[in-house]
């Protein structure tokens, strides 16, 4: 199983990106997917998280701002970002909770990460 991140780029302050992260491989079924971040020197932290049947999470610093969205039949998820701040810049990792066997339960992959640097 792999996950293909996509989207980042630079952006100025008060604009909007959207990253999307495109699931492969022999997959079964998938659970939670998740978008995180990572600024430098600082420790990862989800950002947000939507569960097979929709409901959704987010971290506070984003809440109003971002919106998680995720389409099964493509193995896809989304995260539409508006109203970027600096302290948004970081990389986005995706995130998905895999079962790619019937003879095994669900594993977490990673994506390999996008930037998304936002100017002030």
């Known amino acids: 199983v792999q996950l293909q991140a996509s989207g980042g780029g630079l952006v100025q302050a008060g604009g909007s990106l959207s990253l999307s992260c495109a699931a492969s491989g022999t997959i079964i079924s998938i659970n939670a997917m998740s978008w995180y971040r990572q600024a430098p020197g600082v420790q990862r932290e989800l950002v947000a998280t939507?569960?097979?049947?929709?409901?959704?999470d987010y971290a506070d610093s984003v809440k109003g701002r971002f919106t998680i969205s995720r389409d099964n039949t493509k193995n896809t998820v989304y995260l539409q970002m508006n109203s970027l701040n600096s302290e948004d810049t970081a990389v986005y990792y995706c995130n998905a909770e895999v079962r790619s066997s019937y003879f095994a339960g669900f594993r977490e992959y990673w994506g390999q990460g996008t930037q998304v640097t936002v100017s002030s």
């Open positions: 939507i569960t097979k049947d929709g409901s959704t």
